[in-house]
């Protein structure tokens, strides 16, 4: 158990919808990433976050955004979904932003 | 542009036969150097990190060893709970982000 909690576990929506990806870092972790896992396809870097702030910045498609909030949890909103958003999105932390990142269990998203 | 590749794609085993991994990089200076282990379905499970060129790290069966320009990940006397996907990842300097490679994908039969 690497302490970083994501929820839901699973998802399954409609294209054209959003939905919202929760993450919770390690205790003491600022910086937060997102990744995003397609069927056979290697971990392709979203986005990242320290302390609150966006501090850089992946092949984020423009309908997805994230933020980080005061408690250091963060969230990822995906909307108008398409069939190929469907992957496993794993949320990553590590302490300063610098250092080796603990990955959460991720969250599948089926769009149908 | 810097980049990691990872060989090979797939590695069938037999048990108890040793081989090594293959991660290659092409990076601006580099920061630090990861190896993660993923299960199907799971998050990467995090193995080592490497800084500096002739560092090594040891593991159980798994030792890591790091070159200017590649890396290499032993397995010795593999056991079929080695069976995963092994992903390599490099942080350049002046960069938060990692670059991660496609994997290798072990199959360790009994």
């Known amino acids: 158990d690497s302490g970083v909690t994501q929820t839901p576990k699973h998802l399954i929506t409609a294209t054209g919808q959003r939905v919202t990806l929760r993450c919770s870092p390690r205790?003491?972790?600022?910086?937060v990433y997102w990744y995003q896992q397609s069927l056979d396809q290697g971990l392709q870097f979203l986005i990242q976050y320290y302390n609150g702030e966006e501090r850089a910045k992946g092949n984020i498609l423009e309908r997805f955004s994230a933020q980080q909030f005061p408690d250091l949890h963060s969230e990822l909103n995906l909307s108008s979904l398409e069939l190929g958003d469907s992957a496993l999105y794993f949320c990553a932390s590590s302490l300063e932003g610098k250092e080796t990142q603990y990955f959460g269990p991720g969250t599948r998203l089926l769009v149908l | 542009e810097d980049q990691v590749t990872q060989s090979p794609e797939a590695l069938r085993l037999q048990e108890g036969e040793s081989s090594s991994l293959n991660c290659s990089y092409t990076v601006s200076g580099l920061r630090g150097l990861f190896w993660y282990r993923q299960d199907p379905g799971k998050g990467p499970e995090f193995l080592f990190t490497?800084?500096?060129a002739g560092e090594e790290k040891e593991k159980e069966r798994l030792k890591a060893t790091l070159t200017k320009k590649e890396s290499f990940l032993h397995i010795t006397a593999p056991k079929p709970e080695d069976s995963a996907t092994y992903l390599c990842?490099?942080?350049?300097?002046?960069?938060?982000?990692?670059?991660f490679g496609s994997g290798t994908k072990l199959n360790v039969k009994p």
């Open positions: 990842a490099v942080q350049a300097q002046g960069f938060n982000k990692f670059y």
């Open positions: 490497l800084y500096s």
């Open positions: 205790s003491g972790d600022l910086s």
